[in-house]
């Protein structure tokens, strides 16, 4: 019987893709570089290699976060400039930060304890959930800076599961990705749900694993949880 919900906050809770293009658009401009889809693809590329470093263990947050600076620019920044260019971009950022518009109710109206499992940083995601007025709906912070561990490594799904208190086949875990988030969450005694949002706007279906739940958005997340006991 499923008796707590763990979720991912980046693309699955937070509008991340849609808050980083708005930003970037705008800090590219300031920074005097092009502001064109190849330019956001390649800072895409760059997090995407930072945050696998970060998840196998060869970095620490801060130095993911140079990483991904240093790996878009081409160049290697000092870390006092590299750090000062992340945070010129994070302004921006901010002022972006939106929730998806299924995110409230859904979480409003699910009869189950909350809690967040995530590979950013712990003071990001406190400052992001409260902005965003999500952070009352969560018992349970765990970020990758905190646990010396990210997903999908086990250890970071069971981590989650003993702060709530409950074994992993009563907990399920929401988040975007299908491997790092929902098999992984999966492998690990859990019951893993992929909201996959890409299907909703038509483009290529992935096959789902077995023991893997797929969703479209939040409104299927209540009858799906009910129908798997919870």
């Known amino acids: 019987m499923i008796e707590a919900v763990l979720w991912d906050v980046d693309d699955t809770l937070f509008d991340f893709s849609g808050s980083d ?19 956001v693809e390649r800072w895409q590329q760059a997090t995407e290699i930072a945050y696998g470093r970060l998840a196998a263990g060869e970095l620490t947050y801060e130095q993911c976060q ?8 081409g160049r290697t920044l000092d870390d006092v400039e590299a750090d000062a260019w992340l945070r010129r971009y994070t302004a921006l950022f901010e002022r972006a930060w939106t929730a998806f518009p299924d995110v409230t109710a859904t979480l409003a109206a699910l009869p189950y304890r909350h809690g967040i499992l995530s590979n950013s940083s712990t003071v990001h995601q406190e400052r992001r959930l409260t902005a965003l007025g999500l952070r009352h709906h969560f018992e349970v912070l765990l970020c990758a800076d905190r646990l010396a561990r990210a997903k999908p490594d086990p250890s970071a799904f069971l981590a989650g599961c003993r702060a709530l208190g409950l074994p992993p086949d009563a907990v399920a875990y929401v988040g975007d990705q299908l491997d790092t988030d929902a098999v992984a969450a999966r492998d690990a005694g859990l019951v893993g749900i ?6 909703a706007t038509g483009t290529t279906i992935v096959p789902v694993p077995a023991g893997v739940h797929r969703i479209s958005d939040l409104a299927g997340l209540p009858r799906l949880l009910a129908t798997l006991g919870g």
Not at 66 to 73: A, C, M, P, S, T
Not at 194 to 199: E, G, Q
Request: cysteine-free.
């Open 194 to 199: 992929w909201l996959d949002r890409a299907r």
């Open 21 to 39: 293009r708005r930003a970037l658009s705008r800090h590219f401009q300031a920074e005097g570089l092009p502001a064109s889809a190849a330019s």
């Open 66 to 73: 140079r990483q991904r600076v240093n790996g878009f620019l």
